[in-house]
């Protein structure tokens, strides 16, 4: 079975800093997918990025970056320079092809203040 | 990503009528759509896989006479909950793939609360 961690429940922090998202997940197949997304107050999910198993290049996008590690089973993202509209919900979720679905943890609530 | 709406946005009715929710993909012909159910300050719960065409498939725990599945084209997939009960209150979101593992994009979701 498959199962993705999000420990962090909520995190707060002053606009302009650096914060890191933690995601761990757990499967035993050896092809997987791993994706981000953002939901803001609204309650619609965006996309922000996929990543398969085999690729662990970490990604850069503007202010987002991802860093992935197999050796670690986690799938983290970093948010530099934090700006107020990037308050969200943030989850990390996992697609295998045992489960065939995607499995979400359970969402980090980011709260980014001035 | 592709664009993905839902209606209505906002659904308040009383228990025991029935509710209808569409999902429209509306710049791609989606093959797959998903639906999924969001409880207050929890994670999404996927609902059921819907092919075009086939007959969906739900996810065990999920009441397939209750949660009335139709995805009769590429763009639209209906949910009906039937016999609505103050406990069926959720925020149900859709989203549509090519195909899994494909990413999945989602549409604004829909409210619903059941007096």
């Known amino acids: 079975a498959q199962k993705v961690t999000q420990a962090q429940t909520e995190i707060s922090v002053v606009e302009k800093e650096d914060v890191t998202l933690d995601c761990v997940y757990e499967?035993?197949?050896?092809?997987?997918?791993l994706f981000w997304y953002k939901q803001p107050p609204s309650g619609e999910l965006v996309f922000l990025i996929r990543r398969n198993s085999f690729d662990e290049q970490n990604e850069i996008s503007g202010r987002y970056s991802w860093n992935f590690q197999k050796s670690t089973s986690s799938f983290n993202f970093t948010i530099t320079a934090s700006q107020v509209v990037d308050s969200a919900v943030y989850f990390c979720a996992l697609w295998t092809g045992g489960g065939n679905k995607l499995t979400f943890g359970t969402g980090t609530q980011l709260k980014v203040e001035l | 990503g592709a664009v993905v709406s839902q209606h209505p946005s906002w659904v308040i009715c009383k228990s025991g009528t029935s509710v209808k929710i569409e999902c429209r993909s509306l710049d791609f012909q989606a093959t797959t759509m998903f639906w999924y159910r969001q409880f207050p300050k929890q994670s999404l719960m996927l609902m059921a896989t819907s092919n075009e065409g086939s007959k969906a498939t739900y996810e065990q725990g999920v009441e397939k006479d209750k949660f009335l599945i139709n995805h009769a084209s590429l763009t639209l997939s209906t949910l009906t909950v039937t016999s609505a009960h103050p406990e069926d209150s959720s925020f149900y979101i859709c989203s549509v793939s090519l195909a899994l593992p494909e990413t999945q994009y989602f549409g604004p979701g829909t409210r619903l609360l059941v007096l």
């Open positions: 499967t035993r197949d050896t092809t997987y997918y």
